[in-house]
């Protein structure tokens, strides 16, 4: 009886090889259920990857091997389903992804900046960012732990480029605190505090924050009202317009602007996508 059993599942199992009803897919994207998982069938047999496989992503996951992008698109594409994005928002998610390896490399000039990360590190990361800006204040520091102790360390580093807009109260002299501390060599020392205190943001603070992040408080201070800095704030808020950045944050990786989502894992996922392809 046990033996007949054992039998009839193991048929069972073969049958649904078979006939194309096992999964055949990514472990995230089997795990969906429902409507979820129509939603992200739907996108699958539809959408094509931009590299790689001229087929649909589900026609190209069947093939062997699975090109790495298919199912990295395939992830992506079921992690939103299951975030309950519908149809059309993942669609456009997949443009805009298509939309970063694409066009021109930007000029962006980096003499000076202060890199977080492995300095050797191939793939670069550069952020527009406002020091008063509330989602820079969380993608930032999250970005700068990813490089120097999480999923990017090692393969990418990261630059910030200080771009104050002028909506957001304070803007400017947050931003020459930054290039004060860069002047002074502990610029992520004072990114990351500046961001932690974003909500108590007071400007009398900033010599504080200045001192807890290993600056001397009184060079901080006159640099905060240096002519030259001021001029070095200026270039960078103009190479970013020159860039056609008009928001914060804005980022390029490895000099092409990057369009998709600015989540931490999407981000990081499309910086070892293009570090794959670099590699071909």
């Not at 001021?230 to 092409?256: H, Q, Y």
């Not at 981000?267 to 392809?277: C, K």
Request: aromatic share 6%; charged share 30%.
């Amino acid at each position: 009886m046990r033996n007949r059993f054992a039998i009839s599942v193991l048929a069972l199992a073969i049958w649904m090889l078979l006939s194309g009803r096992a999964a055949a897919q990514t472990k995230i994207c089997d795990a969906l259920r429902g409507a979820q998982r129509e939603v992200a069938q739907a996108v699958l047999s539809s959408q094509h990857p931009y590299d790689c496989c001229d087929g649909t992503i589900a026609a190209c996951l069947k093939k062997r091997p699975v090109c790495r992008l298919v199912e990295r698109l395939a992830d992506d594409v079921c992690r939103r389903a299951g975030a309950g994005k519908s149809r059309a928002e993942i669609e456009r998610e997949l443009e805009r992804r298509a939309a970063s390896t694409m066009g021109r490399k930007h000029a962006i000039d980096l003499g000076g900046a202060a890199v977080a990360g492995d300095a050797g590190a191939k793939a670069t990361i550069v952020v527009y960012a406002c020091a008063r800006c509330p989602f820079c204040a969380r993608l930032v520091p999250a970005l700068h732990e990813s490089v120097t102790n999480g999923r990017l360390k090692g393969k990418a580093k990261l630059y910030l480029r200080p771009f104050p807009i002028r909506k957001h109260q304070h803007s400017t002299v947050a931003a020459m605190a930054l290039v004060a501390a860069n002047k002074l060599g502990r610029f992520w020392d004072m990114v990351l505090t500046m961001y932690s205190n974003f909500d108590r943001f007071d400007p009398a603070k900033l010599p504080d924050w200045a001192s807890s992040a290993g600056l001397d408080r009184d060079k901080f201070r006159a640099l905060l009202d240096d002519p030259a800095l001021r001029e070095k704030l200026a270039e960078s808020k103009k190479e970013g317009v020159r860039n056609k950045v008009d928001v914060t944050p804005t980022i390029f990786i490895d000099g092409r602007r990057y369009q998709a989502s600015l989540d931490r894992e999407t981000i990081e996922d499309f910086v070892e996508e293009r570090l794959e392809q670099a590699a071909r």
